[in-house]
């Protein structure tokens, strides 16, 4: 080794020299083509793993994915051809309506996408560190948030715009345009989306949490005003002319022909229509073409914009970001927390002391109760909107119970999501558990009542809140609570149990963590579990009030229908479903336990 | 080679790394030295480019890292505490995306990628993909991807993290190999018998400032401890009531710009 120095170096770049020959930066294109390389492999990879690792998951995408698109495309056929009747202004509004709603959309969960991608990904952090120009990093991540956008956009809008090609008996030409039609759209919301969040991190640092506060309140807001409006407008006159007239005339607003969403609704009524009134079916796919071709170069010069503000804030953004100060948290436990570790036994004080670990972290993890507040506040929303319908009591219940199955679908996806990685990512921690004086036991339990406990206070406040507005009978209401009591107690036995079974110690993201075969396990016997409650409650009591139990003359058939609408029918109906509930809960968590305990991290 | 001149980075009120200049020449290793919450890690991610100094500038071969980070990236490799790889690329893969980022010609590319795997042991999993790596395993596949470029200086956060005894030897070797061939190293660590072994100089940061610049020879002489190790030295100069009551030591003679 040389002898140390500190005289200070020359600060002229002379020190360095040019690169060597065989080391030169490379060109855009060499750089894009690279980037777009790498992506290519990792989707080729990771297409790979899925087809031998994770062949139920993905049989059970593209089934769901399917039956989803048929369904949908049912019933917007069915409504296109209701509407085919009235007029054609009418699927103007409707499209101008859909489309600019979901630009907004995609606006913000392109902004959130590309938030995580440009500033929090490992791979941002790699790539920052490389000579890569910031706008190739930029695009390279914007592939990811727009494939997201894209996928959810063609599951959702490819279904309605099929069924009304082809309720309108639309040429082969509208078909061949239709997926461009909806990729060059989603650029646009996709770009803004991306431009949004790199201004937003770059320029407004300390505003952000307060930019994102004032974001959500005024969403909050305007859905609350959506819906009030809508309340206030249909009591008695709902699906009137007049009430019909008035929705219209709400919708024209989003009628602007300066938004990309008018032109795509504009260039696909005109593929659709086959004909202008001048030129015939030619002028039509030229005139449709022209909306396109304003889509696409929106799109591409919104894509330079961005290329051009990556260049000069990405690198800013991501520095300003890493400076972030995290708010201390002094020590202050909140009187629920204390509350909840002091109640009891001292025997039960372990378990309390995971349970407030738990919900700790659930209420400092932003993404957990964010979607939890979002799923249910409008599902408290649409329960709310309810009322301003009239319904018969036979079909006020089935409603009810559709909106139990509803209510158990969602609680469904955050146990599978939140709930089943749970265990797993308790075992990275394995070392701390493993030195307390806990039984594993206890871990378990806890997980399982804090799933519990957690659902069942919404959902069966959600449960009873659609019952009241729909005006049913009290004990059809409590057949609804009891279902959903069993339904909690399930799907949170299923999760956890599972989680305990079949726990992935390895990984580190809950994502992925429920993503594998176990997560896709839980969920799909969760929906299963969720049609058994639904169906083994609800046909019988359907049965019942609708009278298909008895005859003519008020008596009971004699045969299984007649038994199964007999009021012996809805209680069997109710015994079995909290038979079910209970082997649900207990099943999954008896194995569950048996595993953990010989778990070895 | 590397340059800090006069570099200030405050996080909200707090001021992670206060007024550092300082040079380091060509060929050097530098161990930069301090206990936890001392601006290493902040001076670090101003060196590679992760953060900018709120005042003051970085330089690496004349280069500005806010100004001009690319040609500052290409003079640079950089090891991080935590390796950031593509789970679903195999390590040759990854190694040859690096190569390509760095705009490496092809026949040189293949030519380094042999020889990384090589010197790094990395020939027996570099085939399967990184997701099923150890830490060492993966640590040794940043350390090859750091130096596949031939950077002029190189960045080690925390290097030995992870590493068996046996690779630390070879990165051992390879580092005074390369300081040697006029490689320059700039590294943070807590080991300081590595320091002690390996660096020319060391620095002691403390609460964002840097109590100490020199060799550990001149530490020594400094406090007055001839045959002390550079471990006790270190606890003496950051222990909490040196830290409270101010320099022990003579101020850190700046490198000035």
């Known amino acids: 080794m040389h002898s140390p120095s500190i005289t200070p170096v020359a600060t002229t770049s002379s020190v360095a020299g040019p690169p060597p020959a065989s080391r030169r930066l490379p060109s855009v294109e060499a750089e894009s083509r690279l980037l777009f390389g790498l992506r290519a492999r990792l989707a080729l990879a990771a297409l790979k793993t899925m087809l031998t690792q994770a062949r139920l998951r993905l049989t059970l995408v593209i089934l769901l994915s399917a039956l989803f698109w048929g369904s949908l495309y049912g019933l917007f056929y069915e409504g296109f051809a209701f509407l085919n009747s009235l007029h054609a202004e009418i699927i103007s509004l409707l499209f101008n309506g859909f489309f600019s709603s979901l630009l907004l959309m995609l606006v913000f969960s392109n902004a959130i996408l590309m938030y995580s991608g440009l500033y929090c990904s490992p791979e941002a952090r790699l790539l920052i560190t490389l000579p890569a120009r910031p706008e190739a990093v930029f695009f390279h991540k914007f592939q990811e948030s727009f494939w997201f956008s894209s996928w959810g956009f063609i599951l959702l809008g490819s279904p309605m715009l099929v069924a009304y090609g082809v309720v309108r008996n639309a040429p082969w030409t509208y078909f061949l345009l239709l997926l461009p039609f909806m990729v060059a759209f989603v650029v646009i919301p996709a770009t803004l989306g991306g431009m949004l969040c790199m201004a937003t991190v770059a320029c407004v640092p300390r505003l952000r949490m307060h930019a994102l506060a004032i974001a959500i309140t005024a969403s909050t807001a305007g859905a609350i005003w959506l819906g009030w409006s809508a309340l206030a407008s249909a009591r008695a006159d709902s699906l009137s002319p007049i009430w019909f007239e008035q929705t219209m005339s709400r919708l024209a607003i989003t009628e602007q022909k300066f938004f990309p969403s008018w032109w795509l609704a504009s260039g696909l009524i005109e593929s659709a229509s086959g004909k202008t009134a001048l030129e015939g079916e030619s002028g039509a796919v030229m005139e449709s073409l022209r909306f396109l071709a304003l889509l696409a170069s929106n799109g591409l010069m919104l894509q330079l914009l961005a290329g051009w503000l990556a260049a000069r804030i990405y690198r800013l953004g991501f520095s300003q970001l890493s400076a972030e100060v995290t708010a201390r948290r002094p020590l202050r436990i909140s009187w629920f927390d204390r509350m909840l570790t002091q109640a009891g036994t001292a025997a039960g004080r372990p378990l309390r002391i995971l349970i407030v670990k738990d919900l700790r972290l659930f209420r400092r993890d932003i993404a957990q109760w964010s979607q939890f507040v979002i799923f249910f506040g409008l599902l408290g929303l ?107 107690m399930g799907l949170s036995g299923i999760a956890v149990g599972l989680g305990a079974l079949l726990p992935d110690l390895r990984e580190a993201s809950p994502s992925k963590i429920a993503s594998g075969f176990g997560g896709t396990l839980a969920l799909v016997l969760s929906s299963l579990f969720i049609m058994a409650v639904v169906l083994l409650a609800a046909l019988p009591t359907h049965l019942y009030l609708a009278g298909l139990g008895a005859d003519a003359e008020g008596t009971r058939r004699p045969d299984l229908v007649g038994w199964a609408g007999s009021l012996e029918g809805v209680w069997a109906g109710v015994a079995a479903v909290v038979v079910l509930g209970t082997v649900a809960t207990l099943l999954p968590l008896f194995l569950g336990l048996r595993h953990f305990r010989q778990l070895e991290a | 080679m590397i340059e800090f001149a006069e570099v200030t980075r405050t996080y909200g009120p707090k001021t992670a790394v206060s007024g550092l200049s300082l040079a380091i020449p060509k060929g050097e290793l530098f161990a930069l030295l301090g206990p936890n919450g001392a601006g290493k890690t902040t001076t670090i991610k101003m060196l590679v480019g992760l953060l900018r100094p709120s005042q003051g500038a970085v330089r690496v071969c004349g280069f500005d890292m806010v100004k001009d980070p690319r040609n500052a990236h290409l003079h640079i490799g950089y090891v991080p505490d935590d390796p950031n790889l593509y789970d679903k690329l195999t390590g040759r893969e990854f190694l040859w995306f690096i190569a390509e980022m760095f705009g490496m010609q092809q026949q040189h590319a293949m030519q380094r990628i042999g020889e990384v795997i090589d010197n790094f042991e990395l020939a027996d999993f570099a085939d399967d993909l990184t997701e099923s790596y150890s830490l060492g395993m993966k640590q040794r596949l940043v350390f090859a991807s750091s130096l596949l470029h031939d950077p002029d200086v190189l960045v080690l956060d925390e290097p030995m993290v992870g590493l068996d005894p046996r690779s630390v030897r070879i990165v051992k070797d390879l580092l005074r190999k390369l300081t040697h061939q006029g490689m320059t190293v700039f590294m943070s660590t807590h080991t300081l018998a590595m320091a002690e072994e390996m660096a020319d100089r060391v620095g002691i940061m403390v609460r964002g400032q840097l109590r100490f610049l020199g060799t550990v020879e001149e530490l020594r002489q400094q406090m007055d401890k001839q045959a002390t190790n550079l471990e006790q030295l270190y606890l003496e100069l950051t222990a909490p009531q040196a830290m409270a009551t101010g320099p022990i030591l003579s101020p850190a003679r700046p490198d000035a710009p």
């Open chain 1, 382 to 488: 649409y329960f709310l909107n309810i009322r301003s319908f009239t319904y018969n009591n036979s079909y006020a219940t089935m409603i009810g119970f559709l909106n139990l199955a509803v209510v158990g679908l969602i609680l469904s996806t955050f146990t599978t999501r939140f709930v089943f990685p749970m265990i797993s990512l308790e075992g990275r921690r394995f070392w701390i558990l493993n030195l307390l004086p806990v039984h594993r036991d206890q871990i378990v339990w806890s997980k399982f009542l804090f799933s519990c406990v957690g659902g069942t206070l919404p959902c069966c406040g959600l449960v009873l809140l659609s019952d009241m507005m729909l005006g049913i009978r009290w004990p059809v209401v409590a057949i609804h609570e009891i279902c959903c009591l069993m339904l909690c």
